[in-house]
């Protein structure tokens, strides 16, 4: 995009439009102009587009300066209105150096790998760069571009290319090679050959993961993703001399102790574990021999998609203690799997011969891909060896099915768990034509005999050793707050996601003032449900400030001395509002709603701007204030208003003109307007009275405040439903006001308190449970179609346990995400290991087959805070009967009373066999849900 001095034009589906020139925009026009470019880009994706890279902090201040809130990254957020109009100050140039790792090339800058996209930077599309380059100039650039990853071609930016060090046969030498995960092994070869100059037909590149060589890698229109390549592994050059690869290690790919390999041509076989076996005894696969340590039972079937149709049937001796390796960021994913190929059900399954249930038609599974990679997964991990396993192959799927966990960014292993579970569910699925089933209603009929109908309704569409072993089914009863309609119904889970009690509550700290100006501000603390809305928190703050029968409470948002929303939706969550923002109430009278609302907002004049009286260099301070104006004629009576306002607010040395403030109250406690003639005569100097010798300049303003025009008392005024006002303060109000007592406003929630808050006396997994099962009205984004009313309606909900699985999978949910917040939560939990008897929670009257209680066998554990965290795994050998801990690569035997830690995020209990009495016998290992 070209940008003459004079302005540029911008191209629209109505044609073009004139914008003013870069160096002559308004902070508002900025925005406008951002806002369009943001809009056209967004609205035509596609691969190949261009996105850059700059720096949160220094975007962060020209989000200040334009107006638009801080910590938003995308307009379509807020795409026509912004918090406030611009007070910063314009930014300098763009300065990406906090980003980019010290010591890069200039001209290709790299990225430091720790950044995340949010917290360390934002991505815009290629006009909007040009854009602000043309306005600030800076740097350095940072190029991205957009591909489509996954089935689906899902979006994204590709902000860390593919990295690979490629060493060179001939001299040992080392070179770093980027490329797009998407670019071919075609474009490989033409960039290192470009690179070495070189001709291609002359070269041969491996795949040298580890520094060992695992295949060759065929140019061809393959993906380097599909390759299996990770980031910053090894790959090998070999240069055709004379006949001869070149080697210069010392021997060739054979063993042979020579420097030159002759050259031959490619063939291929087939390996036990299905892959390809180059003529040089090199298999394409990841490893050799997968099933070494396993005794084969049966013969090898065709080969179908680089897996075998026909899966060999394993007795497994003594395996299970091979780690996973760490392929950057995979940690999350490492903990995830190796609970799951620890679930004694899991594995046997995987380990007989499966490939009978492979249900490669289901639309909604993964044409049996998933299922066949983690299962040739879960194979090379029960070897007998504890040779770390690289999951390569399982990556590349993941990314296919769930492009979610692309890349190397750190993830949750919770969320992976759950795509796999119900990815492996489809991708075995038994039923091959679904049946079209409806539900029906309980209507009065007995728990028991809707419950199995809706199981059984189930089963008809859903069958598999995922449902058999880690399914159950839970009572969910839902009731219509306005005719009592009841709605009974039985749901499957596949797990159970549990809060923590703290987390069940929250702190937040508002502000209360006096609507009438008959008291000063005061801060108030009250604790309210999470997940509650503004009506519970009207409810407290109301019982904390003793609010009269005859006042209500009016909440709303400051930001940068303005009001930026009211939250007058009684119903609008708790979870609108983040922790690190300003929230006040005004206490108003109830007749108040009827009358014309008076928002007052403040602005003073910076020292060095005194001499200057222009409305444009004055800056805004203070909290804005709320009152109501009764039958207002002129511009006399906001001056009333607004020094009844601050009243409360007069300093010491005029106390006996506060009091009589107080005088303006009614004896139900709302006050009259000052025009009613009630005002006092406390004090003899007149420029104490309110009225008698203002010095306050108020202006009239409009939404934005970006226009203000002066208000004459004797002038008629037409007043709307609201009217806004600026108080320009001087010298003398500051002498004659203290307005400490409208500034510096609390946020809702102190992030320092968090720490203490978290390191609390251990809560119970019994807690926890309590916390999820217990009633609760639905959010309204959540409402419930009651079949009675013909409306949707904010419905109570209760839930129980119906049916336990014989894998049951508790989630305690540590982590809360918002747009603007992540947190995590370090409660320690205390679990038990044996013995969980969940008889007291089982409404079920029938007598399903197995008991209530089970035994922890593994556990997902999250160390540390939220970006720079880690997982790792706590599993039981059930065969050994001992624990171990699984530490991405590392795996070392950890006692029982280790285990219980705050890190626990995922616990995985098995059935034992026994009665739920408390006396416990051998873990079950039949199927189905009891």
């Known amino acids: 995009m070209t940008i003459p001095d004079s302005g540029y034009m911008m191209i629209d589906n109505n044609g073009s439009i004139e914008l003013p020139a870069p160096s002559t925009c308004t902070p508002d026009e900025e925005m406008r102009v951002i806002l369009d470019l943001t809009r056209k880009a967004e609205s035509n994706l596609r691969d190949g587009n261009l996105y850059y890279v700059i720096s949160t902090r220094w975007y962060r201040g020209w989000q200040k300066y334009i107006g638009q809130p801080v910590g938003v990254f995308s307009f379509d957020e807020h795409p026509t209105e912004a918090k406030t109009s611009s007070t910063a100050d314009r930014p300098g140039p763009i300065d990406n150096s906090d980003i980019v790792l010290n010591g890069s090339d200039n001209d290709n800058p790299q990225l430091l790998r720790t950044v995340e996209e949010g917290r360390d930077y934002v991505l815009v599309p290629k006009d909007v760069w040009e854009m602000l380059y043309a306005w600030y100039k800076g740097g350095p650039v940072l190029a991205r571009k957009m591909i489509s990853a996954g089935d689906n071609k899902q979006f994204h930016v590709e902000v860390f290319p593919l990295c690979l060090t490629l060493i060179d046969s001939r001299d040992k030498s080392q070179s770093v090679v980027r490329l797009s995960k998407k670019a071919s092994l075609l474009e490989l070869y033409e960039t290192i050959c470009q690179l070495k100059g070189i001709k291609p037909e002359k070269a041969r590149i491996w795949d040298y993961f580890n520094k060992q060589k695992q295949k060759v890698l065929v140019a061809s229109n393959q993906t380097l993703e599909e390759s299996n390549l990770q980031m910053d592994q090894h790959i090998l050059l070999e240069v055709q001399i004379d006949g001869f690869w070149s080697s210069g290690f010392g021997m060739d790919s054979t063993g042979n102790d020579l420097a030159l390999v002759p050259v031959e041509p490619l063939r291929s076989s087939v390996t036990i574990a299905g892959g390809p076996t180059l003529s040089n005894g090199y298999s394409s696969g990841d490893s050799s021999n997968v099933y070494q340590g396993f005794s084969l039972s049966s013969a090898h079937g065709d080969m179908e998609d680089g897996y075998e149709s026909s899966r060999p049937v394993i007795k497994v001796d003594k395996g299970g203690l091979a780690g996973l390796q760490n392929l950057g960021n995979t940690c999350f994913m490492n903990s995830a799997l190796q609970c799951l190929v620890h679930t004694p059900p899991i594995f046997e399954y995987f380990l007989e011969d499966y490939s009978d249930e492979i249900n490669r038609q289901n639309p909604l599974g993964m044409h049996g891909e998933l299922a066949l990679a983690f299962g040739e997964l879960l194979r090379k991990l029960w070897s007998s060896g504890r040779t770390p396993v690289a999951p390569r192959a399982f990556k590349t799927k993941l990314a296919r099915f769930a492009p979610q966990f692309s890349g190397y960014n750190q993830h949750d292993s919770q969320e992976l768990l759950a795509f796999l579970l119900d990815g492996l569910h489809e991708d075995l699925n038994r039923v091959k034509q679904k049946p079209y089933i409806e539900t029906k209603d309980s209507d009065g009929r007995p728990d028991e005999e809707v419950a199995d109908e809706f199981w059984r309704y189930h089963k008809a569409r859903n069958d598999s050793i995922i449902v058999d072993v880690c399914q159950g089914q839970y009572k969910s009863t839902l009731v219509c707050p306005v005719c009592n309609k009841i709605s009974i119904t039985f749901d499957p889970f596949m797990y159970l996601s549990l809060p923590l009690p703290s987390t069940a509550t929250r702190t937040m700290r508002i502000t209360v003032f006096y609507g009438d100006g008959s008291g000063l501000p005061m801060p108030y603390t009250v604790t309210v449900l999470k997940h509650g809305c503004c009506k519970d928190l009207i409810q407290a703050l109301g019982t904390a400030c003793c609010l009269r029968t005859d006042e209500y409470l ?349 890190a626990a995020y995922v616990l995985f209990y098995q059935r034992v066999r026994g009665k739920s009495n408390g006396s416990v016998g051998e873990p079950s290992h039949s199927n189905g849900a009891s």
């Open 554 to 902: 009016l909440l709303a948002e400051v930001y940068e001395h303005r009001i930026y929303r009211y939250l007058e939706n009684p119903s609008e969550l708790l979870s609108s509002i983040k922790d690190d923002e300003h929230i006040v109430a005004y206490r108003l009278c109830k007749k108040g709603v009827e009358l014309i609302r008076l928002e007052i907002t403040h602005r003073f004049l910076e020292k060095s701007s005194l001499d200057n009286l222009k409305a444009g260099e004055r800056k805004l301070f203070l909290t804005p204030l709320i009152t109501f104006l009764e039958d207002p004629q002129s511009g006399a009576d906001i001056d009333l208003a607004v020094n009844r306002m601050l009243c409360s607010l007069k300093r010491t040395r005029f106390s006996s003109y506060a009091s009589s403030c107080n005088g303006w109250e009614q004896t139900n406690g709302c006050s009259t307007e000052l025009g009613s003639g009630t005002q006092s005569t406390g004090s003899t100097e007149s420029e104490e009275m309110p009225g008698s010798e203002m010095s306050f300049h108020l202006y009239l303003t409009d939404e934005r405040g970006l226009s203000c025009r002066p208000i004459a008392e004797d002038s008629p005024i037409k007043f709307g439903r609201i009217v806004k006002v600026m108080l320009d303060w001087t010298r003398k109000e500051h002498e004659l006001y203290d307005t400490s007592y409208l500034k510096d406003l609390p946020e809702v929630h102190k992030t320092g308190l968090t720490v203490k808050k978290t390191k609390q006396e251990a809560i119970s997994l019994f807690s926890c449970l309590d916390a999820f099962l217990k009633e609760e009205p639905l959010g309204p984004d959540d409402m419930w179609y009651c079949p009675c009313c013909k409306e949707h309606r904010q419905a109570t909900k209760k839930l129980d346990l119906w049916r336990l699985p014989d894998i049951l999978v508790f989630h305690l949910k540590r982590f809360s995400y918002s747009r603007w917040l992540k947190s995590k939560l370090d409660t320690f939990v205390n679990f038990p290991i044996r013995n969980l008897d969940l008889s007291k929670y089982v409404k079920s009257n029938e007598a399903y087959e197995g008991s209530h209680v089970y035994e922890l066998y593994a556990i997902s554990n999250h160390y540390g805070g939220l970006g720079g965290g880690h997982y790792s795994a706590y599993c039981k050998l059930i065969h050994d009967n001992r624990w171990y801990h699984f530490d991405d690569s590392h795996v070392a035997p950890v006692s029982e009373d280790e285990i219980r830690k705050s």
